[in-house]
């Protein structure tokens, strides 16, 4: 009985006083996250990590370089620094990538198979791109246009919005399987439609499996005097790839416009 009239003395208090409840606390707490403030702090927290985490700041510069050098060697190497954790920082270097669009993944791709087998190098490279393209998706999807643009740039988003008016679904599908077009634009670009995340998630997992499968098993052979002509034999694969899945898209695209006209006529 004394439990019961402290909870109602409790209950009456802060309706008296104006507290909010649990359920109306949340969702003010999420209506201030979802808002400028919110945005505002997630900034913040990253601006004051970088400037004020030496770590942080020293390996996110190692890695910008690295990256920007185009040397698969390069990225070995940086990745075997780590030593036993060389895995784990394989995994964020990926999500990294993603999140600076630019910068290509296939290099990680390449160090992952000649470090860890091209088995086990798939696997590690498909399920960080796929941590990395949901981090993008949702970047765009919280933070908007505006933040997508200063990430990428805002000719290359026009030419993604073009490309999923034109292709929908099948964009992200074409995208993946080129070696030198940034597939991360894409997962930005997917975030500022109305696309579901399952919808993105799937589309996603299928676009990049092939691709990661191919360019692992190239990357374990990457050495010396081959590369070359296995880059080149890369390049031909996924442009061959591209046409055909290219033909499909004209093809479908086709037989939808002459159904419209039958049924208009």
């Known amino acids: 009985m004394t439990g019961g009239i402290i909870g109602w003395r409790r209950r009456s208090n802060n309706s008296l006083i104006g507290w909010p409840s649990d359920k109306e606390g949340m969702r003010e707490i999420k209506r201030i996250l979802k808002g400028y403030i919110g945005k505002l702090l997630v900034l913040l927290a990253v601006v004051l990590l970088y400037g004020f985490v030496p770590a942080i700041k020293v390996n996110v510069n190692q890695a910008f370089f ?5 040397d698969v060697e390069l990225v070995k190497g940086y990745i075997l620094g780590f030593g036993i954790w ?3 920082a394989s995994f964020i270097l990926m999500v990294f990538q993603s ?4 910068l290509p993944a296939f290099l990680i791709t390449f160090a992952n198979a000649a470090l860890f087998g091209w088995i086990k190098g798939a696997i590690l490279s498909w399920s960080s791109s796929m941590v990395g393209a949901l981090v993008c998706f949702y970047i765009a999807r919280y933070f908007g246009r505006a933040a997508v643009e200063r990430l990428t740039s805002r000719i290359a988003l026009e030419g993604i919005d073009d490309f999923f008016k034109n292709y929908g679904k099948y964009a992200i599908l074409i995208a993946r399987l080129l070696p030198f077009v940034s597939f991360d634009v894409v997962s930005y670009a997917a975030g500022l439609t109305s696309m579901s995340f399952w919808s993105f998630f799937v589309a996603t997992g299928i676009g990049q499996l092939p691709a990661t499968i191919v360019y692992s098993y190239v990357g374990s052979m990457l ?32 037989k939808g416009e002459v159904e419209c006209i039958e049924e208009g006529t």
């Open 99 to 102: 999140i600076v669009a630019p």
């Open 86 to 88: 060389a895995p784990i």
């Open 223 to 254: 050495t010396g005097s081959t590369k070359t002509m296995v880059t080149g034999l890369l390049i031909l694969f996924a442009l061959s790839i591209s046409i055909m899945m290219f033909k499909k898209v004209w093809t479908d695209r086709k």
């Open 66 to 70: 690295i990256l920007s050098n185009l």
